[in-house]
């Protein structure tokens, strides 16, 4: 994160915007899977989420694998195909299908769906 906030331009936004505040939590991910070898479960547990927004790179190794652990855990997903990445569109495509039939995650883009699992107050 350093060296993009020195670069300067977009990459500095960028890291900006992705860079933890006091009272955020983050997680080191050594795996393909954020489950995989982390504190995550645990964490997730303690806080009592039940539904995940899961974004990244790249959506058929990552996101997916990432996606797959949180399905077999019984958490409710969406994956919003504008904030992930593959290295083409085929496996882009490929990847969005199974997070859509096999995790039975939402799917829609981020700008399409403001409130992805219906916690909007009426």
Known sequence: MASCH???????????????EPG?????????????????P?????????????TGIATD?????????AHMRSYRLW????CTAARTQTLQRAAM????HTCDAEVAASSGRR??????RK
């Open 6 to 20: 020195e670069r300067g331009g977009a990459s500095a936004r960028l890291a900006k915007g992705l860079t933890p």
């Open 24 to 40: 955020h939590y983050h997680v080191l991910k050594p795996k393909h899977s954020a489950f995989r070898a982390t504190a995550l």
């Open 42 to 54: 645990i964490l997730l547990q303690q806080l009592g989420v039940e539904r995940l927004a899961i």
């Open 61 to 69: 190794s990552c996101v997916l694998a990432t996606a797959l652990d």
């Open 79 to 82: 994956v919003p195909g504008d």
């Open 97 to 100: 299908h199974l997070l859509r």
């Open 115 to 120: 409130d992805p699992f219906g916690l909007a």
